[in-house]
Every structure is written in C-alpha cells, then in structure tokens.
C-alpha cells in the first residue's frame, strides 16, 4: 500500500516538470540579468578593501595552573577483595 502510494505521489510531483524540460538549443539562465547589473554597479562601488580581512587583536588568554592539591579518587587497597 505504501509502495502505491510512494509511487503516485512521485509521480504527480513530475508532472510539472515534464514539460519544462530544457532542450539543447535553448538558453538556460540561472540568475536574472538584474541581480548580474547590481553586481556590476557594487563592484564599482565598493574599496577592494572592503571584501579583505584584517586581522583583530585579541588578548591573550591567562595560563591554567594545575591545582597543587593531590585528590584520591579511588584506593586500590579498599576495593581488593581478600
């Protein structure tokens, strides 16, 4: 029942499709002519320096310590059993 139902529903999401399909010959844009001029006029526009990064500073971080105190966190001899 599912497999039917998998099937119908491919195939009446391909419906729309089938009859849009490219042919060799046809021109196929993918970004509209517009969005190609706005790019063109915001290179002219903005400084090369702009788009580069410049590196920050950032302060550097405190060392960690090792605490000096000495923790047992199990005792082998409490655990055998004799």
Not at 32 to 40: E, F, G, K, N
Not at 54 to 65: C, F, L, N, Y
């Amino acid at each position: 029942m599912r497999v039917v139902y998998a099937l119908t529903v491919a195939v009446l999401a391909a419906v729309p499709f089938a009859g849009t399909v490219a042919l060799a010959d046809e021109a196929l844009y993918l970004t509209p002519p517009l969005y190609r001029d706005q790019a063109r006029a915001l290179q002219q526009t903005r400084n090369l320096s702009d788009l580069t990064t410049t590196p920050q500073p950032v302060a550097a971080s405190k060392p960690m310590i090792a605490s000096r105190t000495v923790r047992i966190v199990a005792d082998a001899a409490a655990n055998r059993a004799d």
